[in-house]
């Protein structure tokens, strides 16, 4: 449903206009972006999600199931690396690997993961990744759940990425809030997210952060700041 409108460099108001409105004859629903940036807005929005996931799983040595289990305990139809099996390990890696040119090399992906690539190890797809897929869908075990992962964390760095959109003149919170609920099935977007945890708390998260994992683009934006 959701179709991101994209301005380019000589891009008119009236073209943007345009396309919002065929959009719409279409049935579906566009969001305006207003600069052409990596990633646009929802696919932007939760990059930092994977940096976040493989620093903390190398920090406390969690397996894969663990944290699967934990979130899905939390409410998620799946959890990160089930999920990396379903799309495929190789289109999660190949876009980690461009936004670690394009926006920081702080996002490339783990040693391990690109073995997985070599070794064809994708997914679903090809019957293994994370998880053996031979049988069927694996069965996580929620058992397994561990208190070492906190999953508001990987909101509270979604909230900032949606932030600095914003400061980039990218797009309005009202177009990130929907893009991030249409594209990725959220029931609240990272701003309402922002109003319901408060400026604050999510600058203070994030700085600890920061600094407990050594990454900069987990530092809070500037108006978090403020």
Known sequence: RL????????????????????????GKTPVRVEKDV????????VAPRGVLLHAVV???????????????????????????????????YNAARYFAR??????????????MVEEGRLGRKTGRGWYDWSGGKPKIDLSKATGKINVEDFLMVEINEAVK?????????????????????????PFELLEEFGKERVARRLEELAKKYGKKIFEPAESLRT
């Open 3 to 26: 179709v991101e409108v994209i301005r380019g460099e000589k891009t008119s108001d009236e073209v943007m206009d345009l396309l919002v409105e065929f959009v719409k004859s279409i």
């Open 38 to 45: 990596p990633g646009f807005i929802a696919n932007r929005v």
């Open 58 to 92: 190398e920090a406390e040595n969690l397996t894969p199931e663990e944290v699967d289990a934990a979130f899905r305990k939390a409410g998620y139809p799946m959890g990160p690396f089930e999920l990396a099996d379903y799309v495929g390990i190789d289109v999660n």
């Open 102 to 115: 394009a926006v920081s090399p702080e996002y490339e992906p783990p040693e391990r993961v690109r073995k």
């Open 165 to 189: 959109l914003v400061e980039m003149g990218v797009a309005k919170p009202e177009d990130i809030d929907i893009a991030l609920k249409l594209g990725y099935g959220r029931q609240k977007g």
